[in-house]
């Protein structure tokens, strides 16, 4: 098997696991919390849309362009159980804890 191979396998093959994350600017204190099916993955999605200047949250970009990138912080800060759910039951699960975390950090949230 080629390393390209094993790598691509070695990728699907991995424990994806759902949660709660938050993203901190350290220059303003602000804090951002989103939910996502793949912890693992978020961030590059996150950094990349704000790298871009597209971020669908437009407080979240506005503070990137005035402090940059140094100035941020992605931190996982639940991870949550979705084994046996159907779609609608992880969905849920997600959404339920995200607003938890939003009210308790006092932050925004990202969809």
């Known amino acids: 098997m080629s390393g390209r191979k094993a790598l691509l396998r070695a990728y699907k093959e991995r424990k994806v696991e759902a949660g709660v994350y938050a ?3 350290r ?3 602000e804090v951002w919390v989103g939910a996502t099916p793949d912890l ?3 961030q ?3 950094w990349f849309s704000l790298r871009q200047g597209g971020h669908r949250e ?3 970009q506005a503070a990137w362009n005035a402090h940059g990138a140094d100035a941020f ?3 996982p800060i639940e991870t949550i159980d979705v084994e046996g759910l159907d779609a ?3 969905a849920s699960r997600l959404k339920d804890r995200r607003a938890h975390w939003i009210s308790a950090l006092s ?3 990202l969809n």
């Open 58 to 60: 437009p407080t979240l």
């Open 88 to 90: 609608f039951g992880r």
């Open 40 to 42: 693992a993955t978020r």
């Open 44 to 46: 590059n999605g996150v």
């Open 73 to 75: 912080a992605f931190e």
């Open 23 to 25: 993203v901190r600017c």
């Open 107 to 109: 932050a925004r949230g």
């Open 27 to 29: 220059a303003s204190g």
